[in-house]
Protein backbone atom coordinates (compact mmCIF):
# COMPACT_ATOMS: atom_id res chain seq x y z
CA UNK A 1 0.00 0.00 0.00
CA UNK A 2 1.38 3.24 -1.25
CA UNK A 3 2.24 5.87 1.70
CA UNK A 4 2.16 9.31 1.66
CA UNK A 5 4.20 11.14 4.26
CA UNK A 6 3.52 14.62 3.89
CA UNK A 7 2.72 16.93 6.37
CA UNK A 8 -0.97 17.94 6.02
CA UNK A 9 -1.46 21.13 3.57
CA UNK A 10 -3.10 24.35 5.20
CA UNK A 11 -5.51 23.98 2.19
CA UNK A 12 -6.32 20.24 3.25
CA UNK A 13 -6.71 21.19 6.84
CA UNK A 14 -8.68 24.16 6.16
CA UNK A 15 -11.02 21.76 3.99
CA UNK A 16 -11.39 19.80 6.70
CA UNK A 17 -12.28 22.53 9.24
CA UNK A 18 -15.13 23.40 7.13
CA UNK A 19 -16.28 19.99 6.52
CA UNK A 20 -16.38 19.21 10.19
CA UNK A 21 -19.22 18.66 12.01
CA UNK A 22 -18.92 19.52 15.73
CA UNK A 23 -20.40 16.87 18.09
CA UNK A 24 -20.23 17.26 21.81
CA UNK A 25 -22.14 14.47 22.99
CA UNK A 26 -25.82 15.34 22.70
CA UNK A 27 -28.58 13.56 20.89
CA UNK A 28 -29.42 16.60 19.10
CA UNK A 29 -26.66 17.47 17.22
CA UNK A 30 -26.32 13.87 15.56
CA UNK A 31 -29.06 15.20 13.38
CA UNK A 32 -26.42 15.71 10.20
CA UNK A 33 -25.10 12.03 10.90
CA UNK A 34 -28.52 10.54 10.65
CA UNK A 35 -28.94 12.20 7.84
CA UNK A 36 -25.57 11.02 6.03
CA UNK A 37 -27.09 7.38 7.48
CA UNK A 38 -30.32 7.85 5.15
CA UNK A 39 -32.54 4.60 4.07
CA UNK A 40 -29.44 2.59 4.81
CA UNK A 41 -30.72 -0.66 6.81
CA UNK A 42 -27.22 -2.11 8.35
CA UNK A 43 -25.55 0.48 10.33
CA UNK A 44 -22.28 -0.19 11.50
CA UNK A 45 -20.80 1.51 14.67
CA UNK A 46 -17.39 0.85 14.83
CA UNK A 47 -14.76 1.64 17.62
CA UNK A 48 -10.80 2.47 17.70
CA UNK A 49 -10.56 0.79 21.13
CA UNK A 50 -12.50 -1.52 22.97
CA UNK A 51 -12.01 0.62 26.01
CA UNK A 52 -13.22 4.33 25.61
CA UNK A 53 -16.58 6.18 26.97
CA UNK A 54 -17.07 8.91 24.57
CA UNK A 55 -17.01 5.91 21.59
CA UNK A 56 -19.57 3.83 23.59
CA UNK A 57 -21.41 6.59 24.78
CA UNK A 58 -21.65 8.15 21.31
CA UNK A 59 -22.96 4.77 19.68
CA UNK A 60 -25.54 4.42 22.72
CA UNK A 61 -27.20 7.59 21.58
CA UNK A 62 -27.49 7.12 17.86
CA UNK A 63 -28.57 3.66 18.86
CA UNK A 64 -31.14 4.75 21.08
CA UNK A 65 -32.53 7.39 17.87
CA UNK A 66 -32.19 4.84 15.50
CA UNK A 67 -34.57 2.55 17.69
CA UNK A 68 -37.18 5.48 18.71
CA UNK A 69 -37.20 7.07 15.10
CA UNK A 70 -35.62 4.51 12.35
CA UNK A 71 -37.35 1.28 12.87
CA UNK A 72 -34.56 -0.64 13.71
CA UNK A 73 -35.10 -3.43 15.18
CA UNK A 74 -31.47 -5.22 16.26
CA UNK A 75 -28.49 -4.55 17.65
CA UNK A 76 -25.62 -7.21 17.14
CA UNK A 77 -22.42 -6.81 18.91
CA UNK A 78 -19.18 -8.41 19.22
CA UNK A 79 -20.18 -10.82 21.80
CA UNK A 80 -21.13 -14.56 22.28
CA UNK A 81 -24.52 -15.71 21.18
CA UNK A 82 -24.96 -17.17 24.62
CA UNK A 83 -24.07 -14.27 26.49
CA UNK A 84 -25.78 -11.71 24.79
CA UNK A 85 -28.77 -14.11 24.73
CA UNK A 86 -29.16 -13.27 28.23
CA UNK A 87 -28.84 -9.35 27.35
CA UNK A 88 -31.71 -9.97 24.36
CA UNK A 89 -34.11 -11.64 27.05
CA UNK A 90 -33.88 -8.39 29.41
CA UNK A 91 -34.23 -6.19 27.03
CA UNK A 92 -37.78 -7.56 25.78
CA UNK A 93 -38.57 -8.21 29.22
CA UNK A 94 -38.34 -12.45 29.44
CA UNK A 95 -35.73 -12.21 32.11
CA UNK A 96 -36.26 -12.30 35.60
CA UNK A 97 -33.07 -10.03 36.61
CA UNK A 98 -34.30 -6.37 37.80
CA UNK A 99 -31.13 -4.47 36.61
CA UNK A 100 -28.60 -4.84 33.60
CA UNK A 101 -25.80 -5.43 35.87
CA UNK A 102 -27.48 -9.00 36.72
CA UNK A 103 -27.93 -9.75 33.29
CA UNK A 104 -24.15 -8.76 32.46
CA UNK A 105 -23.53 -11.40 35.00
CA UNK A 106 -23.20 -13.89 31.95
CA UNK A 107 -20.01 -12.33 30.41
CA UNK A 108 -18.03 -13.62 32.77
CA UNK A 109 -14.24 -14.48 30.76
CA UNK A 110 -11.75 -11.77 29.82
CA UNK A 111 -12.50 -8.78 28.58
CA UNK A 112 -15.44 -8.25 30.70
CA UNK A 113 -15.23 -4.77 30.91
CA UNK A 114 -16.22 -4.72 27.10
CA UNK A 115 -19.89 -5.57 27.81
CA UNK A 116 -19.53 -5.53 31.79
CA UNK A 117 -19.80 -1.37 31.81
CA UNK A 118 -21.66 1.46 32.60
CA UNK A 119 -22.38 3.01 29.28
CA UNK A 120 -23.71 -0.93 28.33
CA UNK A 121 -26.12 -0.84 31.92
CA UNK A 122 -27.45 2.24 31.14
CA UNK A 123 -28.33 1.19 27.45
CA UNK A 124 -29.60 -2.23 28.21
CA UNK A 125 -31.65 -0.41 30.64
CA UNK A 126 -33.02 2.36 27.74
CA UNK A 127 -33.78 -0.37 25.45
CA UNK A 128 -35.95 -2.46 28.28
CA UNK A 129 -37.87 0.72 28.87
CA UNK A 130 -38.09 2.31 25.32
CA UNK A 131 -37.30 -0.23 23.23
CA UNK A 132 -38.67 -3.94 23.90
CA UNK A 133 -39.42 -4.95 20.69
CA UNK A 134 -35.67 -4.65 19.67
CA UNK A 135 -33.01 -7.61 19.94
CA UNK A 136 -29.99 -8.09 21.06
CA UNK A 137 -27.25 -10.47 19.59
CA UNK A 138 -23.77 -11.62 19.85
CA UNK A 139 -21.69 -12.01 16.88
CA UNK A 140 -18.49 -13.60 18.11
CA UNK A 141 -17.49 -17.31 17.96
CA UNK A 142 -15.64 -18.20 21.52
CA UNK A 143 -18.25 -19.04 23.65
CA UNK A 144 -17.66 -23.19 22.44
CA UNK A 145 -17.86 -24.75 25.38
CA UNK A 146 -21.02 -22.64 26.45
CA UNK A 147 -22.56 -23.02 23.21
CA UNK A 148 -22.14 -26.75 23.59
CA UNK A 149 -24.23 -26.58 26.91
CA UNK A 150 -27.24 -24.47 25.12
CA UNK A 151 -27.18 -27.49 22.61
CA UNK A 152 -27.26 -30.05 24.88
CA UNK A 153 -29.82 -28.00 27.40
CA UNK A 154 -32.27 -27.06 24.32
CA UNK A 155 -32.29 -31.00 23.13
CA UNK A 156 -32.52 -32.43 26.41
CA UNK A 157 -35.88 -30.05 26.90
CA UNK A 158 -37.30 -31.51 23.56
CA UNK A 159 -35.66 -34.38 23.05
CA UNK A 160 -33.68 -37.01 25.33
CA UNK A 161 -32.23 -38.97 22.66
CA UNK A 162 -31.20 -36.31 20.20
CA UNK A 163 -29.38 -34.98 23.71
CA UNK A 164 -27.55 -38.50 24.52
CA UNK A 165 -26.14 -38.25 20.50
CA UNK A 166 -25.06 -34.82 21.44
CA UNK A 167 -23.05 -35.16 24.21
CA UNK A 168 -21.62 -38.19 22.48
CA UNK A 169 -20.27 -36.16 19.74
CA UNK A 170 -19.44 -33.20 21.99
CA UNK A 171 -17.64 -35.27 24.52
CA UNK A 172 -14.54 -35.18 21.96
CA UNK A 173 -13.67 -32.28 23.40
CA UNK A 174 -13.56 -33.36 26.98
CA UNK A 175 -9.95 -33.90 27.44
CA UNK A 176 -9.32 -30.36 27.26
CA UNK A 177 -11.81 -29.26 29.91
CA UNK A 178 -12.44 -25.09 28.81
CA UNK A 179 -9.07 -25.04 27.12
CA UNK A 180 -10.21 -24.56 23.50
CA UNK A 181 -6.86 -23.39 22.11
CA UNK A 182 -5.55 -26.37 23.75
CA UNK A 183 -7.33 -29.07 21.46
CA UNK A 184 -6.88 -26.88 18.60
CA UNK A 185 -2.94 -27.19 19.29
CA UNK A 186 -3.67 -30.80 19.84
CA UNK A 187 -6.08 -31.57 16.82
CA UNK A 188 -3.65 -29.33 14.53
CA UNK A 189 0.01 -31.10 15.20
CA UNK A 190 -2.04 -35.01 15.95
CA UNK A 191 -1.35 -35.60 19.30
CA UNK A 192 -5.47 -35.81 19.62
CA UNK A 193 -7.83 -36.33 16.54
CA UNK A 194 -10.29 -33.76 15.49
CA UNK A 195 -13.57 -33.22 16.06
CA UNK A 196 -15.04 -31.62 12.98
CA UNK A 197 -16.47 -34.62 11.59
CA UNK A 198 -18.35 -34.59 15.09
CA UNK A 199 -19.24 -30.71 15.27
CA UNK A 200 -20.46 -30.93 11.48
CA UNK A 201 -23.04 -34.31 12.41
CA UNK A 202 -24.49 -32.50 15.20
CA UNK A 203 -25.17 -29.59 13.78
CA UNK A 204 -27.11 -31.45 10.33
CA UNK A 205 -28.59 -33.99 13.25
CA UNK A 206 -30.35 -30.78 14.51
CA UNK A 207 -31.44 -29.08 10.97
CA UNK A 208 -33.18 -32.23 9.89
CA UNK A 209 -35.30 -32.09 12.86
CA UNK A 210 -35.86 -27.90 12.34
CA UNK A 211 -39.71 -28.62 11.02
CA UNK A 212 -40.76 -30.74 14.22
CA UNK A 213 -38.48 -28.81 16.71
CA UNK A 214 -39.70 -25.59 15.74
CA UNK A 215 -43.96 -26.08 14.87
CA UNK A 216 -44.15 -27.59 18.28
CA UNK A 217 -45.10 -24.64 20.71
CA UNK A 218 -45.63 -21.65 17.82
CA UNK A 219 -43.27 -18.64 17.73
CA UNK A 220 -41.53 -19.51 21.26
CA UNK A 221 -40.71 -23.19 19.68
CA UNK A 222 -39.46 -21.33 16.17
CA UNK A 223 -36.83 -18.81 18.80
CA UNK A 224 -35.80 -21.69 20.93
CA UNK A 225 -35.14 -23.51 17.99
CA UNK A 226 -33.29 -20.81 16.10
CA UNK A 227 -31.24 -20.21 18.99
CA UNK A 228 -30.32 -23.94 19.62
CA UNK A 229 -28.96 -23.30 15.95
CA UNK A 230 -26.77 -20.98 16.16
CA UNK A 231 -25.25 -22.01 19.12
CA UNK A 232 -24.29 -25.44 16.77
CA UNK A 233 -23.43 -23.35 13.64
CA UNK A 234 -20.96 -21.74 16.58
CA UNK A 235 -19.36 -25.13 17.95
CA UNK A 236 -18.87 -25.94 14.33
CA UNK A 237 -17.34 -22.83 13.12
CA UNK A 238 -15.74 -22.55 16.66
CA UNK A 239 -13.73 -26.03 16.16
CA UNK A 240 -12.47 -24.88 12.56
CA UNK A 241 -11.14 -21.31 14.16
CA UNK A 242 -9.33 -23.20 16.99
CA UNK A 243 -7.57 -25.36 14.89
CA UNK A 244 -7.11 -22.42 12.26
CA UNK A 245 -5.14 -20.41 15.14
CA UNK A 246 -1.84 -22.76 15.01
CA UNK A 247 -2.17 -22.35 10.42
CA UNK A 248 -1.99 -18.50 10.64
CA UNK A 249 -3.19 -14.98 11.42
CA UNK A 250 -5.16 -14.80 8.59
CA UNK A 251 -6.67 -17.63 8.19
CA UNK A 252 -8.35 -17.68 11.78
CA UNK A 253 -9.29 -14.25 11.02
CA UNK A 254 -10.85 -14.57 8.26
CA UNK A 255 -12.55 -17.70 9.68
CA UNK A 256 -13.44 -15.46 12.88
CA UNK A 257 -15.49 -12.66 10.50
CA UNK A 258 -16.77 -15.25 7.97
CA UNK A 259 -18.77 -16.37 11.10
CA UNK A 260 -19.39 -12.86 12.05
CA UNK A 261 -20.81 -12.36 8.66
CA UNK A 262 -22.50 -15.56 8.72
CA UNK A 263 -24.83 -14.70 12.53
CA UNK A 264 -25.23 -11.48 11.14
CA UNK A 265 -26.93 -12.54 7.70
CA UNK A 266 -29.24 -15.47 9.99
CA UNK A 267 -30.18 -12.34 12.10
CA UNK A 268 -31.40 -10.37 9.47
CA UNK A 269 -33.16 -13.50 7.33
CA UNK A 270 -34.80 -14.73 10.49
CA UNK A 271 -36.11 -11.03 11.70
CA UNK A 272 -37.60 -10.38 8.15
CA UNK A 273 -39.00 -13.65 8.21
CA UNK A 274 -40.88 -12.24 11.17
CA UNK A 275 -41.58 -8.53 10.62
CA UNK A 276 -40.89 -8.11 7.33
CA UNK A 277 -37.81 -6.53 6.87
CA UNK A 278 -34.59 -6.00 9.28
CA UNK A 279 -32.60 -2.93 10.36
CA UNK A 280 -29.46 -3.70 12.13
CA UNK A 281 -27.07 -2.09 14.34
CA UNK A 282 -23.73 -3.77 14.23
CA UNK A 283 -21.56 -2.43 17.14
CA UNK A 284 -17.61 -3.93 16.93
CA UNK A 285 -13.99 -2.37 16.56
CA UNK A 286 -13.12 -0.44 13.33
CA UNK A 287 -11.02 -3.21 12.13
CA UNK A 288 -13.97 -5.41 12.05
CA UNK A 289 -16.44 -3.25 10.79
CA UNK A 290 -14.42 -0.85 8.58
CA UNK A 291 -13.55 -2.18 4.48
CA UNK A 292 -10.85 -4.03 4.65
CA UNK A 293 -10.18 -3.70 0.79
CA UNK A 294 -9.20 -0.13 1.64
CA UNK A 295 -6.75 -1.09 4.21
CA UNK A 296 -3.42 -2.91 4.91
CA UNK A 297 -5.26 -5.71 6.14
CA UNK A 298 -6.79 -6.49 2.70
CA UNK A 299 -3.48 -6.23 1.24
CA UNK A 300 -2.42 -9.51 3.93
CA UNK A 301 -5.39 -11.60 2.24
CA UNK A 302 -7.53 -10.27 5.42
CA UNK A 303 -11.71 -9.87 4.72
CA UNK A 304 -13.64 -8.36 7.65
CA UNK A 305 -17.40 -7.77 8.33
CA UNK A 306 -17.20 -4.16 6.76
CA UNK A 307 -16.04 -5.52 3.54
CA UNK A 308 -18.28 -8.32 3.59
CA UNK A 309 -21.30 -6.58 4.19
CA UNK A 310 -20.86 -3.67 1.51
CA UNK A 311 -20.67 -6.44 -1.48
CA UNK A 312 -23.45 -7.89 -0.02
CA UNK A 313 -25.89 -4.86 1.00
CA UNK A 314 -24.06 -1.97 -0.91
CA UNK A 315 -25.80 1.61 0.01
CA UNK A 316 -27.83 -0.56 2.70
CA UNK A 317 -25.23 -0.38 4.42
CA UNK A 318 -23.41 2.41 6.23
CA UNK A 319 -20.24 1.56 8.13
CA UNK A 320 -19.21 4.83 10.69
CA UNK A 321 -15.68 4.71 12.28
CA UNK A 322 -14.06 6.23 15.36
CA UNK A 323 -10.90 7.76 16.35
CA UNK A 324 -9.18 9.23 18.69
CA UNK A 325 -5.78 11.73 19.16
CA UNK A 326 -4.93 11.10 22.82
CA UNK A 327 -6.62 10.26 26.48
CA UNK A 328 -6.72 7.17 28.34
CA UNK A 329 -8.30 3.98 27.75
CA UNK A 330 -9.29 0.77 29.80
CA UNK A 331 -7.31 -2.13 28.51
CA UNK A 332 -5.04 -4.48 29.29
CA UNK A 333 -1.28 -5.09 29.47
CA UNK A 334 -1.36 -8.98 28.59
CA UNK A 335 -3.92 -11.68 27.36
CA UNK A 336 -6.37 -12.68 30.73
CA UNK A 337 -4.76 -9.90 32.93
CA UNK A 338 -6.24 -7.37 35.20
CA UNK A 339 -8.39 -4.44 33.25
CA UNK A 340 -6.21 -1.13 34.02
CA UNK A 341 -6.57 2.74 33.18
CA UNK A 342 -3.82 3.56 30.93
CA UNK A 343 -2.84 6.10 29.50
CA UNK A 344 -3.20 6.49 25.26
CA UNK A 345 0.26 8.23 23.77
CA UNK A 346 -0.32 11.08 21.55
CA UNK A 347 -1.09 10.10 17.72
CA UNK A 348 2.19 9.45 15.31
CA UNK A 349 3.09 12.01 12.55
CA UNK A 350 1.60 10.77 9.08
CA UNK A 351 -1.75 9.80 10.72
CA UNK A 352 -5.23 10.05 10.34
CA UNK A 353 -5.35 10.80 14.26
CA UNK A 354 -2.65 13.47 13.92
CA UNK A 355 -4.41 14.97 11.12
CA UNK A 356 -7.47 15.74 13.01
CA UNK A 357 -6.05 16.39 15.94
CA UNK A 358 -4.33 19.42 13.76
CA UNK A 359 -7.91 20.52 12.72
CA UNK A 360 -7.96 22.00 16.08
CA UNK A 361 -11.46 20.71 16.89
CA UNK A 362 -12.23 18.78 20.36
CA UNK A 363 -15.03 16.70 18.46
CA UNK A 364 -16.47 16.36 14.99
CA UNK A 365 -17.46 14.16 12.54
CA UNK A 366 -16.96 14.35 8.60
CA UNK A 367 -18.77 12.64 5.90
CA UNK A 368 -16.06 10.89 3.92
CA UNK A 369 -18.56 10.55 0.82
CA UNK A 370 -18.68 14.04 0.37
CA UNK A 371 -16.31 16.12 -1.66
CA UNK A 372 -13.67 17.60 -1.58
CA UNK A 373 -13.63 15.69 1.84
CA UNK A 374 -13.09 12.32 -0.10
CA UNK A 375 -10.75 12.65 -2.72
CA UNK A 376 -8.36 14.69 0.73
CA UNK A 377 -8.33 11.63 2.31
CA UNK A 378 -7.85 8.99 -0.42
CA UNK A 379 -4.19 9.16 0.12
CA UNK A 380 -2.55 6.36 2.69
CA UNK A 381 -1.92 7.47 6.37
CA UNK A 382 -1.34 5.50 9.21
CA UNK A 383 -4.46 4.39 11.71
CA UNK A 384 -4.37 3.22 15.54
CA UNK A 385 -6.33 0.13 16.60
CA UNK A 386 -5.87 -0.44 20.46
CA UNK A 387 -7.93 -3.90 20.98
CA UNK A 388 -8.41 -5.34 24.96
CA UNK A 389 -4.49 -5.04 25.31
CA UNK A 390 -2.40 -1.52 25.25
CA UNK A 391 1.25 -2.42 24.13
CA UNK A 392 2.49 1.32 24.09
CA UNK A 393 6.30 0.61 24.06
CA UNK A 394 5.80 -0.57 20.59
CA UNK A 395 3.43 1.36 19.75
CA UNK A 396 4.16 2.01 16.04
CA UNK A 397 4.04 -2.03 15.43
CA UNK A 398 1.46 -3.27 17.90
CA UNK A 399 -1.32 -0.39 17.40
CA UNK A 400 -0.75 1.24 13.21
CA UNK A 401 -1.31 0.00 9.88
CA UNK A 402 -1.54 1.86 6.46
CA UNK A 403 -5.35 2.89 5.39
CA UNK A 404 -7.45 4.84 2.76
CA UNK A 405 -9.69 6.28 5.23
CA UNK A 406 -12.22 7.45 2.92
CA UNK A 407 -12.76 4.17 1.21
CA UNK A 408 -12.51 2.16 4.30
CA UNK A 409 -15.95 4.23 6.09
CA UNK A 410 -18.61 6.28 5.19
CA UNK A 411 -18.72 8.63 8.62
CA UNK A 412 -15.47 9.42 11.03
CA UNK A 413 -16.50 10.57 14.22
CA UNK A 414 -13.11 12.09 15.92
CA UNK A 415 -13.11 12.59 19.71
CA UNK A 416 -9.18 14.35 20.14
CA UNK A 417 -9.32 13.45 23.74
CA UNK A 418 -10.99 10.57 25.38
CA UNK A 419 -11.11 8.95 28.49
CA UNK A 420 -11.29 5.26 29.81
CA UNK A 421 -14.50 2.94 29.77
CA UNK A 422 -15.93 2.68 33.50
CA UNK A 423 -16.47 -0.89 34.40
CA UNK A 424 -19.00 -2.54 36.52
CA UNK A 425 -16.45 -3.86 38.89
CA UNK A 426 -14.10 -2.38 40.92
CA UNK A 427 -11.35 -4.62 40.68
CA UNK A 428 -11.08 -3.29 37.44
CA UNK A 429 -10.25 -0.06 38.09
CA UNK A 430 -7.76 -0.98 40.69
CA UNK A 431 -4.64 -0.50 38.39
CA UNK A 432 -3.39 2.31 36.51
CA UNK A 433 -0.64 3.85 35.42
CA UNK A 434 -2.18 7.32 34.39
CA UNK A 435 -0.81 10.08 37.42
CA UNK A 436 -4.05 11.33 39.35
CA UNK A 437 -3.05 14.44 37.78
CA UNK A 438 -3.61 13.42 34.12
CA UNK A 439 -4.17 15.46 32.22
CA UNK A 440 -3.86 18.07 33.45
CA UNK A 441 -0.66 18.04 35.54
CA UNK A 442 -1.46 19.94 38.12
Known sequence: MASSSSAPSRALLDGLRQAALPYHGGADELDPLLEAIGDARFVLLGEATHGTHEFYRTRAVLTQRLLAERGFDAVAVEADWPDALRLNAYVRGEDEAERPDAALETFTRFPRWMWRNVEMYELLQWMREHAPHAGFYGLDLYSLHASIHAVIGYLQQHDPEAASRARARYACFEHFAQDSQAYGYAATVGLSRSCEDDVIAQLMDLRKRAADYASRDGRVAE?????????????????????????????????????????????????????GSAHTIVWAHNSHLGDARA????????????????????????????????????????????????????????SYERLFHDVGQERFFVRLKDEPVRSALIPSRLERAIGVIYVPETERASHYFRAHLAEQFDVLIHVDQTRALQPLETWAREETDVPETYPTGI
Not at 327 to 336: H, I, S
Open 295 to 350: TQMGDWGELNVGQLVRQKFGDRACLIGFSTHTGTVTAARDWDAPAQQRRVRPSLPD
Open 223 to 275: DEFFFAEQNARLVRNAEQYYRAMFGGRVESWNLRDTHMMETLEALIAWTERQT
